[in-house]
């Protein structure tokens, strides 16, 4: 198993930034790529970004150019660089985790979520 911690989450004016940070612990070498997701109430649930173990990634549409994902293998840490943040991308975000690298992302693991706000 793996257990994936998040933080960094919390409130931003519109135009500000943020980092989320999502630790990962016990069987990590199971672990190939991860990604980020947003949920916001009421919506479905958006993949935002994810990173192979080889740092390729792969971004949404509405967050290219503002949003940045990486990890730190040494630290088994992905991070998720939030600039330019909209009032739209007020969310929960999960961290997430695949055992496998597929053309699309199928995460095996999730984190509890960390909540961002993005004041108007």
């Known amino acids: 198993q793996v257990q994936l911690e998040e933080s960094g989450g919390g409130l931003v004016q519109a135009g500000g930034s943020l980092r989320l940070s999502c630790a990962a612990s016990g069987n990590i070498f199971s672990v190939n790529d991860m990604g980020w997701y947003r949920q916001a109430p009421g919506k479905q649930r958006e993949l935002v970004a994810t990173?192979?173990?080889?740092?390729?990634?792969n971004y949404a549409d509405s967050v290219k150019g503002r949003f940045t994902i990486s990890r730190d293998n040494a630290k088994n840490t992905v991070y998720l660089q939030m600039n330019s943040l909209k009032p739209e991308d007020t969310a929960v975000y999960y961290c997430t985790a695949a055992r496998f690298s597929r053309m699309h992302y199928l995460p095996d693991y999730w984190g509890q979520g960390t909540q961002v706000t993005v004041s108007s």
């Open positions: 990173i192979t173990s080889g740092g390729i990634t």
